[in-house]
């Protein structure tokens, strides 16, 4: 039971850590803005991760596409990994390197979003898709851990939890992105 009670509390610990970070919190507002903006203006929010961040990018992205607190109009976001056959076919073909840039060059239009999900920050495939992001003038927000790694250079914001420890910094993404998530449909639905 011990050891139970201190995964909680480690969990508790980095969440803490982000609530006692104003330079974080203000990121995130920054954020929440950003991505209403490009809702407001038909702009996508793309999502992408590998493992445990791709379920967290499905997650998020469905939160937009389907709802979060309220009954509402369904906005224009997905996670980039979903379609298989794409996935597949570029891996294969192209290298599993290349399978976020390739569709962020194929369907991403200036004004989007993209968001990578990478608790080291190291993720190549978000990497390289961060980076033909920008040559398209899309927006990218890069949730990491706590250095940001080799995405901190090529990202817009940084979300950068203050832990090292994959599954607390993933715990600390969902609730990030839960905030982000109903205040932007509060922002963009209310009048």
Excluded at 93 to 120: A, F, P
Excluded at 146 to 168: C, E, F, H, W
Aim: proline residues 3%; aromatic residues 8%.
């Amino acid at each position: 039971m011990e050891k139970i009670k201190n995964i909680i509390q480690a969990s508790i610990d980095t969440k803490q850590q982000v609530l006692q970070n104003p330079e974080l919190l203000a990121t995130v507002e920054k954020v929440i803005d950003v991505i209403t903006s490009a809702f407001k203006k038909g702009n996508r929010v793309y999502f992408c991760g590998n493992g445990g961040s791709a379920a967290d990018a499905q997650h998020l992205a469905a939160e937009f596409s389907g709802r979060f607190y309220t009954d509402r109009k369904a906005l224009p976001a997905e996670a980039l990994h979903c379609n298989t056959s794409y996935l597949t076919a570029v891996a294969n073909d192209y290298g599993y390197d290349v399978v976020y840039s390739r569709m962020i060059d194929g369907i991403g239009e200036k004004g989007d979003v993209l968001i990578g999900l990478s608790t080291s920050g190291n993720s190549g495939n978000i990497i390289k898709a961060f980076e033909v992001a920008r040559e398209k003038g899309i927006v990218t927000i890069a949730f990491t851990g706590i250095t940001g790694g080799q995405m901190k250079s090529v990202s817009d914001y940084l979300i950068n939890i203050p832990s090292a420890d994959t599954p607390r910094i993933q715990e600390s993404h969902i609730t990030i992105g839960h905030i982000i998530c109903q205040m932007v449909e509060e922002k963009y639905f209310t009048p």
